[in-house]
């Protein structure tokens, strides 16, 4: 399959649904509610040689702890090790490595193991985390975790290129600290990760970085707006606006029709969607609140939504529509989040229609 991902894109003045533009990239993403099965191992790693062979750009791996949602991934460094022995030529990426739970200096040694094990394909997304209960590994980065990851970000890079860092060891001296193993790639490509702020879709424009986002905190018009944003940050600090990669996720399962993708999606997402609400509601005095009917109300008005409007779900152009229409929005990279909750043989039958879709339309 011929790789199509986009470089350069901006978002385009006019109607998105009739103004031509480029597909975007593909990639996958995992972020699983539930890990119990021990086949969730094997089918992760079945999906990632698929990728490989069907030429997407890149597979995701999430940093999450301590919860059940996303509970197979307690680091992603570990799928992407594992993944660079079986694939060839799809990217390897963290989706993201949460930065203020962690010493830059041993982010920077294992993702330089990796980088080794793929012969140079990692990329890494950064986010700052919100789940309070994850930072019991280290609680005082907590309140400061915004900074600590922009900061954290450029040391990252320092270290990357082969600068040393200063460090006090363990009899309280201070030391000049160079990581090994070096690696292959001079300069991996860097995304932040960011649910909705304009703040930091600006500020991953200043400081040259791409975006990784979604669209459960935004709405496609908010999405839009701060795509702009970011790109004319870009512009403003000498960085060519083009250039910038803005990657959204989207919960992607492709049927026969839509009929059959919605109710093979259906039961699914709505228990996907339920976990997540019981996750986010730690952090939520809203969700807190909500009384059993209106819980059960705000997961059938979210799955509505993303089946409708903001996703992948749906029959083959059903599909490439809404991918044609992210791209007109400025989205450059679809990183398809598939393991939700539909079982595997059915999610495999539809990645190669999504593999198809993506060729298809890539020849209009």
Known sequence: MENRTIRQSRAPQGDPETRAVSLPGLSLMFFSADEREASSFDFVLRAVQFADRANFEAVWFPERHFDRFGGLFPNPALF???????TKRVRLRAGSVVLPLHDVLRVREDWAVVDNLSGGRIDIAFATGWDANSFCLIPENYPNRTALTLDGIGEFRRLWGGDAVSRVNGSGKAISVSPFPRPLQRDPQIWLTIAKQSFLFE???????????????QPLERLSENIKLYREARAASGYDPDDGRVTLMLHTYVGTTDLVASAAVAAPLRKYLSASIDLWRTESSALRELTERERADTVEFALRRYIQTSS????????????LKMAALGVNEIACLIDFGVGPEAVMSSLQLLAEVWRTAGNR
């Open 80 to 86: 992407c090790a594992a993944a660079a022995t079986m």
């Open 203 to 217: 500020e991953a424009g200043r400081r040259g970085l791409n975006v990784l986002t979604a669209l459960l905190m």
């Open 312 to 323: 992948l779900i749906g029959r083959p152009d059903t599909v490439a529509k809404t991918m």
